[in-house]
Nanobody
Framework: QVQLVESGGGLVQAGGSLRLSCAASGRTFSNYAMGWFRQAPGKEREFVAG???????YYADSLKGRFTISRDNAENTMYLQMNKLKPEDTAVYHCAADSRRVGGSSKVHDYDYWGQGTQVTVSS
């Protein structure tokens, strides 16, 4: 199995930027499609962005143009660059690994492994 640890969250003003990291250990990182999800208080966990084993990225429609997902298989790390942040982006951000699909998925239940999450708070 793979272990995932997120970092890079924090408090930022609206319009600011943050870069989240997801460090993987255990099995070969390149064997997993990866994804970012977020969960705000009282809401369900929602898809943010995904990246296939070979680096093809895709996004939730509402976030296209502001967020960029990337991965460095040599460093066993995935990233989420978040720009022009809004108060509604406030949530706990989780990274996840999918061992079964080359391209990954936007569905929570398709992911096998999850990190504990990192808090992102955007003030107005």
């Amino acid at each position: 199995q793979v272990q995932l640890v997120e970092s890079g969250g924090g408090l930022v003003q609206a319009g600011g930027s943050l870069r989240l990291s997801c460090a993987a250990s255990g099995r070969t990182f390149s064997n997993y499609a990866m994804g970012w999800f977020r969960q705000a208080p009282g809401k369900e966990r929602e898809f943010v962005a995904g990246i296939s084993r070979n680096g093809i990225s895709y996004y939730a429609d509402s976030l296209k143009g502001r967020f960029t997902i990337s991965r460095d298989n040599a460093e066993n790390t995935m990233y989420l660059q978040m720009n022009k942040l809004k108060p509604e982006d406030t949530a706990v951000y989780h990274c996840a690994a999918d061992s079964r699909r080359v391209g990954g998925s936007s569905k929570v239940h398709d992911y096998d492994y999850w990190g504990q999450g990192t808090q992102v708070t955007v003030s107005s």
